[in-house]
T-cell receptor
């Protein structure tokens, strides 16, 4: 089974802190994604990576950056956390080829609270 | 990507079949129908996808109408663990998943 592991289930940080959210997948997938999920707003794509060191902005990249130094690991960075970044963060991965790239495997999520 | 319409909620008795409908009347010829679900406090989970033929896997069956304007996800023998929000998504090659409000399926004992 595909496994996507997010480093923390719950995280509490203070405004202005630099926050790292880590995600690791074990299926050699080319694509990796970071989403946030908020009540009433659904799932929104923050960043997408299709290869090592490659990234593309999603719908809401402002206030975030990402890093993909190894194929299996995709990190989301909040340079200076703000209260409006309190959310559930979800990492996903998929293969790159054909329609199967829309079969995304998700981690359990990290619920981040910024105080 | 085509827009989808799903009922906000449905109930089903444990052990019975759950039939979840989805309307996608603006679907185009190269767009697939994908179903995901999200159990409370967990990440979304892929269930099944199809283009125009009916599909079945170990989790569910997907029935797509001949005109492709609607589809039904069938969980043949629903269990309490199937209580979740079910999302119907229509996509072509675009990797970007957009989850709408979905259908909250409650399986009752």
């Amino acid at each position: 089974d595909v496994k996507v592991t997010q480093s923390s289930r719950y995280l509490v940080k203070r405004t202005g802190e630099k926050v790292f959210l880590e995600c690791v997948q074990d299926m050699d997938h080319e694509n990796m994604f970071w989403y946030r999920q908020d009540p009433g707003l659904g799932l929104r794509l923050i960043y997408f990576s299709y290869d090592v060191k490659m990234k593309e902005k999603g719908d809401i990249p402002e206030g975030y950056s990402v890093s993909r130094e190894k194929k299996e690991r995709f990190s989301l960075i909040l340079e200076s956390a703000s209260t409006n970044q309190t959310s559930m963060y979800l990492c996903a991965s998929s293969i790159q080829v054909g329609r199967a790239k829309n079969i995304q495997y998700f981690g359990a999520g990290t619920r981040l609270s910024v105080l | 990507d085509a827009k989808t319409t799903q009922p906000p909620s449905m109930d089903c008795a444990e052990g019975r079949a759950a039939n979840l409908p989805c309307n996608h009347s603006t679907i185009s010829g190269n767009e697939y129908v994908y179903w995901y679900r999200q159990i409370h406090s967990q990440g979304p989970q892929y269930i099944i996808h199809g283009l125009k033929n009916n599909e079945t896997n170990e989790m569910a069956s997907l029935i797509i109408t001949e005109d492709r304007k609607s589809s039904t996800l069938i969980l043949p023998h629903a269990t309490l663990r199937d209580t979740a929000v079910y999302y119907c998504i229509v996509l072509s090659g675009n990797y970007k998943l957009t989850f709408g409000k979905g259908t909250l399926l409650t399986v009752n004992p």
